[in-house]
């Protein structure tokens, strides 16, 4: 399988070169050249198998020949056997065509971990191939950080440093990181803002002589490897609802448009997926798109589901590129234009055939708490403040008489105990496998942005790693 770039001025690529390279050269995306697909029978077979073998058969068109098969299959096996349930993905059915699947049973509570657990292995696995290592850094404002820990800590060829803003995220959240006390993993609080903390990751970006000399590289969300490891429980879903003989629908809260994008792939690859409905908070960019073909970009505002506290969701671009019917010169104009003004100008047709496939559905925090509150009544269901989002947006687009919706859980309600108080009076407790997280030692530095004296954090955490 060859991956070729949204804005067409990239060479072509394979599996390991895209899992390490993340973005193109020429500022697009990496999309498989061609779609795999799966007939049928191909997905019949797929129904019997455990959630693991069922990850590498689904993503086994798209590693191609990078790794064999079975390394893939042991890697999918590892990644999930620590997970706190034994389905992984769990179904749970609120009403008689509505479903939750739960994404959240990984080590940090969050549906991140869906894909970064098989990321961190598969970084290891192409870096030993290599004979390479890689400094990972990273900006968190809280749930992507734990995930990337989790996901790398112990990993032999990789040393991660992730940056978060001091005394601004939550506490379940920094103690998420923090307490991981591998060699390989560091914690630095900065005195500053999440903002503060992305300008100093791309500051050691564009600082060439300190990225040659620490191989810095990041897993951020557009990393195709994360999409493709989040496609098998879209899978893993439509089988157990009857696909590939009944059609499925998907509700899916959404940020930065990856974990919905991997759905649309589900069905690319011949899932009779029939709508997608995308979820947002106050920060309704794709909301007014798909509503009003307005995709402009205005201040992020917190909310209640802080991960999808996002305005310019970059995995857009990926269906943009097949919706303009992949025709990589108007993506990259289009996507320049939207960078330079602000506001992307989707011609009108385009436009319609987004509408044929995607609703979109906004929730304020009023209405996020009421939504778990009504919940928790209708059904004794206890929904975290971004699945609550996704239960409301599958309410209000109901796919059609007999067809099946599933609402995607991303997140534990323990994470977000204060919301959960506020909405329903209680605070959820950790899993029992984390209820020692507040007595559990710590290790962070909080430091000024000072991009000098990180970069000597850093090199400092590499030199204590490196082989001798
Ligand atoms: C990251 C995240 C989202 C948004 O997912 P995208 O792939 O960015 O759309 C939703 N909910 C939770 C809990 C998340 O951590």
Excluded at 164 to 182: D, I, K, Y
Excluded at 417 to 434: F, I, Q
Aim: with cysteine; glycine share 8%.
């Amino acid at each position: 399988m060859r991956y070729i770039s949204t804005r067409g001025q990239a060479p072509a690529r394979d599996f390991s070169d895209v899992l390490l390279s993340g973005l193109a050269e020429d500022g697009g995306l990496f999309v498989p050249e061609t779609w795999p697909h799966f007939t049928p029978a191909d997905w019949r077979a797929m129904r019997s198998l455990p959630y693991h073998a069922l990850a590498a058969r689904v993503m086994q068109p798209f590693v191609g020949g990078s790794i064999p098969f079975h390394v893939l299959e042991t890697i999918c096996r590892d990644a999930y056997a620590g997970f706190g349930h034994p389905a992984i993905v769990p179904l749970v059915q609120l009403e008689t065509h509505l479903f939750v699947q739960e994404l959240f049973h990984g080590p940090t509570l969050a549906f991140k971990d869906m894909a970064m657990q098989v990321l961190g292995r598969l970084f290891d696995y192409v870096l030993t191939q290599r004979d390479q290592r890689v400094t990972i850094v990273g900006a968190t404002s809280g749930d992507t950080g734990s995930a990337a820990i989790e996901a790398c800590a112990g990993r032999e060829r990789v040393d991660m440093m992730i940056l978060h803003p001091h005394e601004r995220t939550s506490l379940v959240q920094r103690r998420q990181m923090t307490t991981v006390l591998a060699p390989n993993i560091g914690n630095i609080a900065v005195e500053g803002t999440f903002d503060d903390c992305q300008d100093l990751v791309k500051a050691m970006f564009a600082d060439s002589a300190f990225r040659n000399e620490v191989r810095l590289s990041a897993v951020n969300s557009i990393n195709w490897a994360r999409i493709a490891a989040q496609v098998p429980y879209y899978v893993a879903a439509a089988l157990a609802l009857g696909g590939p003989d009944r059609e499925v629908a998907f509700s899916v809260p959404t940020g930065n448009f990856g974990n919905v994008l991997a759905a649309w792939v589900a069905g690319r690859m011949g899932l009779p997926i029939t709508r997608l409905v995308i979820g947002s908070n106050r920060n309704d960019i794709l909301t007014r798109f798909v509503q009003s073909n307005d995709m402009s970009v205005s201040a992020v505002e917190p909310s209640l589901s802080p991960s999808m506290d996002i305005q310019v969701s970059s995995n857009f671009e990926r269906l943009l590129f097949e919706l303009l019917g992949r025709d990589a010169e108007a993506t990259r104009r289009t996507m320049v234009g939207f960078r330079e003004t602000g506001r992307m100008a989707v011609p009108e047709p385009v436009w319609h055939r987004a509408r044929s496939r995607l609703d979109a559905f906004r929730l304020d925090d009023p209405g996020i708490e009421a939504e778990i509150r009504r919940l928790r009544a209708a059904c004794g269901y206890v929904a975290d403040p971004h699945t609550a989002i996704g239960v409301a947006a599958a309410r209000a687009h109901p796919a059609g008489p007999g067809v099946p919706m599933v609402a995607m859980a991303t997140a534990h309600p323990a994470k977000f105990p204060d919301s959960m108080e506020r909405a329903t009076g209680h605070r959820p407790a950790l899993p029992p496998r984390m209820a020692d997280l507040f007595e559990r030692p710590e290790r962070f530095s909080v430091m000024p942005k000072d991009l000098g004296a990180i970069e000597a954090a850093v090199r400092a955490l590499v030199g204590r790693n490196a082989p001798r």
